[in-house]
């Protein structure tokens, strides 16, 4: 996990890949906390094929709650978003999810594995 | 974690052990009549849960067993494959291979590897044999279990909509929330949920609305919940089939709010989670105006220009309660053993305590304080027979194990038996029913070994090939009643005497009535059999299962005609927890007598005594009964009253008198154990406290009249 921080354009790119299951939800939260208390717009991408489960689900949508208090942004890289969509798919994350909290519901993480912005 | 986790396969396993009991039944009914649809398809569904619940708790050899077996009865299902002999015997190895993974070692299988390979290898070539293609096993193993669940999830979709077509179906609404602490009991809620969307058309509403700030979480907690709308022609055992491992760690509830096939297409689905989705609730009128529209015209923005002419989220904004539909809640709970058993503690700790209190009310006669005492007793006695009866099981559970038993023994033996049972809705206490499992097991193994001859012999007597075991229940009083019937060789009395006098059992002179040869065979060290088998006949068995019955203050009774059969009868109390006693005094000291045991009591005058001339001898309305001083039997010192109670009970069917200073009356008794130190001490069969807070001892009434029949027996034959 690796965040970096463009300080010009408030910006950053918070890079994960690998495992992303409650194995290393508390080391995620930490570094979700820390990018979204550091710049307005934090950009996730993934350097590499993913493992998800619920946990990372509901972390994500956590993140996602915050930014929108603190009127941040919180999105999912957009060439990246096939790599989130086949993880779920992996992990027999069923269709038709539908999130109330979602703004987008085409734009949701549970919905369609796209980003939260 | 690993603790919760730990749990969560212990819940597995048992549950996992339920199934695998239900799939023996089906097999063995399936032995009989190979095309039951209804036993095929009970056969795949249990088979479809283990599958799917051992990956879900990590046990993969179990997941890719049951994968293959269940692969061949999908086969079975479509009429592609037949019920063979070939396909009962090599599923119920895969029951025993399950059984030894989780550690249920019933028929003495020990997991291995290559046996699970080799079934494996066995269910292919039975599918090859049918011309049919084989799944590829590396398929299975090299991927992980999520993924092997999608991969099927989507092969069993499309063939459950191609089946769906054929008949009505159902639309359920799933409210499905876990605990907060799932993941750490290793349970992945999204596996239930794909589970759930195998079983035809399904929409997932997901609620995050739980999920707190990031700030806030915690990120092992769960706090998603569902909301689920499936339209399948699977009834509802179907649906909590797929939550039966996590039924409790979450809340569930299950309703059905269409019955007919109206809500089977996308769009209302869609419509139905909008609504959801919007108001969280659903009214009936929702569901009906949804139907109605759709049958009309087929289309579900008609439904807006129906007879109110509302729309559905108007009708809603007007309908206010929530109604989901006719809500099917699951009717019984599952609970830890151990949790009733310290219930049924507690219960008894109660009993005694209320028994305390009843003493000390009547001797302060405050008449205020009675009242409150009586309530308390009748709400103690309610409490006591509720939580008794929450413990007794059909014994039904245990009979159908030995249908497999029967099977394996008469294929082994190269005999042909026929097994029936009758009664199995007959209750028993739950630990009764565990601790009768081993005795019955000997008994069966005895009959089919021993007593059911081979079938050439059979016909050659003139009996039918087919030899016949019978298990029967029934209540009697305070007890039950349970027959093991066979018409075999039956016992040849003059062989048992012959045996006993060569094993030193009995004097050569001993004078035995028949009912006294036919027990010898619950001696121990006492077998008839020439040969050593692996299934009886090392001269032990029958001795243990009459400790075994001892133990549980039961009597066994054995009757048999040579060449006819035997009938075995064991007679066992209905609880061991608390029994209706009756209490007696004799000397200083107070016991307690099974009150089921008891016929009446009477007195018993110094003239009676003497009338007797030293005999201990009564008569009653012109029956001469037998007695047993308990003072002599106890050696309690101190001077007898002048009248003296008999209490009249039954004893392998002759009347026995017990001789007591007083009887005092009935007495909730709850039955503790005596410790280690009196383990030996029949004739004692436990104590209880009494309401002064003194301890009677609880005797046991066949063992103090077979104690002092054989104690009279000696010295009859010393004196000879």
Redesign the interface.
């Known amino acids: 996990m690796n965040l970096k921080v463009d300080d010009s354009k408030k910006e950053g790119v918070l890079t994960i890949g690998g495992t992303l299951t409650i194995q290393r939800s508390t080391a995620l939260k930490e570094i979700l906390l820390k990018a979204l208390g550091q710049v307005d717009c934090v950009k996730i991408h993934f350097d590499q094929a993913i493992e998800v489960d619920l946990a990372f689900l509901q972390l994500f949508c956590a993140a996602h709650k915050t930014s929108l208090r603190k009127n941040k942004k919180l999105q999912i890289e957009e060439n990246q978003i096939d790599v989130l969509k086949k993880a779920f798919k992996d992990i027999g994350f069923p269709q038709f999810m539908k999130c109330k909290n979602s703004d987008d519901s085409n734009h949701c993480v549970w919905s369609s594995g796209g980003s939260h912005e | 974690m690993t603790e919760d986790l730990n749990k969560g396969r212990d819940i597995f396993k048992e549950e996992a052990y339920e199934l695998l009991a239900k799939l023996e039944n089906c097999l063995l009914e399936l032995e009989m009549v190979p095309d039951d649809k209804e036993m095929i398809e009970r056969a795949f569904r249990a088979m479809h849960t283990i599958k799917g619940s051992s990956s879900m708790f990590g046990f993969d050899a179990i997941a890719n067993l049951t994968h293959e077996a269940e692969t061949v009865y999908e086969m079975v299902r479509k009429d592609k494959v037949k019920v063979t002999k070939e396909l009962i015997d090599l599923t119920f190895r895969v029951i025993d291979q399950i059984m030894a993974v989780i550690g249920k070692h019933e028929y003495d299988e020990s997991a291995d590897e290559s046996k699970i390979n080799d079934i494996i290898f066995s269910f292919k070539q039975l599918l090859s044999k049918e011309g049919l293609e084989v799944s590829h096993p590396s398929s299975l193993r090299s991927r992980?279990p999520?993924?092997r669940?999608?991969s099927r999830?989507s092969h069993f979709a499309e063939q459950d909509l191609a089946e769906e077509t054929k008949s009505t179906k159902r639309t359920y609404m799933i409210y499905f929330r876990p605990h907060h602490d799932i993941?750490l009991k290793g349970l992945?809620?999204?596996?239930l949920?794909?589970e759930?969307?195998q079983l035809g058309r399904?929409?997932?509403?997901?609620?995050?609305?739980l999920?707190?700030?990031?700030?806030?979480?915690d990120?092992?907690a769960?706090?998603?919940y569902w909301d689920v709308f499936l339209t399948t022609a699977e009834d509802i055992n179907a649906i909590r089939d797929i939550f039966i491992f996590v039924e409790d760690n979450c809340e569930i509830k299950i309703n059905v709010i269409d019955t007919g096939n109206s809500l089977d297409n996308e769009e209302a689905?869609k419509h139905l989670?909008n609504i959801i989705?919007e108001k969280a609730e659903l009214t009936e009128k929702d569901v009906e105006g949804l139907i109605t529209g759709w049958r009309n015209t087929g289309k579900h923005n008609e439904v807006k220009n129906n007879s109110t002419g509302d729309s559905l989220q108007d009708k809603l904004q007007q309908g206010g309660g929530m109604v989901r539909g006719h809500q099917m809640e699951v009717s019984s709970i599952r609970v830890a053993a151990n949790k009733l058993d310290k219930l049924v503690n507690l219960v008894g700790e109660l009993v005694t305590v209320q028994a305390r209190l009843s003493q000390a009310v009547i001797t302060r006669n405050d008449p205020e304080m009675l009242l409150i005492a009586e309530e308390i007793e009748r709400l103690t006695d309610d409490l006591r027979d509720s939580t008794m009866n929450v413990r007794l099981v059909p014994i039904g559970t245990i009979f159908n194990r030995f249908k497999r038993l029967v099977r394996d023994l008469s294929n082994e033996l190269g005999k042909e038996v026929e097994f029936t049972t009758r009664g199995g809705e007959t209750e028993l206490d739950k630990n009764v029913i565990e601790k009768l499992n081993d005795p019955l097991v000997h008994i069966i193994r005895n009959s089919i070994d021993h007593g059911i001859e081979p079938p050439a012999n059979r016909e050659a007597s003139g009996k039918s090939r087919r030899g016949m075991v019978h298990l029967s229940s029934e209540y009697s009083g305070a007890n039950v009643l349970i027959k093991i019937r066979d018409d075999g060789a039956g016992i040849d009395l003059k062989e048992i005497r012959k045996d006993a006098i060569e094993k030193g059992l009995i004097r050569e002179d001993t004078s035995l009535t028949e009912r006294d040869i036919l027990s010898i065979i619950f001696s121990p060290g006492f077998s008839t059999s020439e040969k050593v088998t692996k299934v009886s006949g090392r001269g032990v068995g029958l001795d243990v299962v009459k400790r075994c019955i001892d133990t549980l203050r039961g009597t066994v009774d054995i009757d048999s005609k040579k060449g006819r059969g035997m009938i075995i009868t064991l007679k066992i109390p209905l609880t061991l927890a608390i029994i209706e006693g009756l209490l007696l005094k004799v000397g200083d000291n107070q016991y307690i007598l099974p009150l089921s045991a008891v016929e009446e009591c009477i007195e018993l005058t110094r003239q009676d005594v003497a009338g007797a001339h030293g005999r201990h001898i009564v008569n009653v309305r012109g029956r001469i009964i037998p007695y047993i001083r308990l003072r002599d039997f106890l050696n309690i010192d101190g001077t007898m009253p002048d009248i003296e109670q008999i209490v009249i009970t039954e004893v392998n069917g002759k009347k026995v008198g017990l001789a007591v200073d007083h009887v005092i009356g009935e007495h909730q008794t709850v039955i503790k154990s005596l410790g280690r130190i009196y383990r030996d001490v029949d004739v004692l069969s436990g104590a209880t406290i009494l309401g002064n807070g003194k301890v009677a001892i609880i005797l046991n009434i066949p063992k103090i009249v077979e104690y002092t029949e054989s104690k009279e027996m000696t010295m009859v034959s010393g004196s000879a």
């Open positions: 992980s999520q993924e669940e999608l999830s993941f992945n809620p999204l596996l949920l794909s759930l969307c399904c929409t997932i509403i997901t609620h995050t609305d999920i707190p700030d990031l700030e806030d979480i990120p092992e769960c706090y998603t689905h989670s989705f």
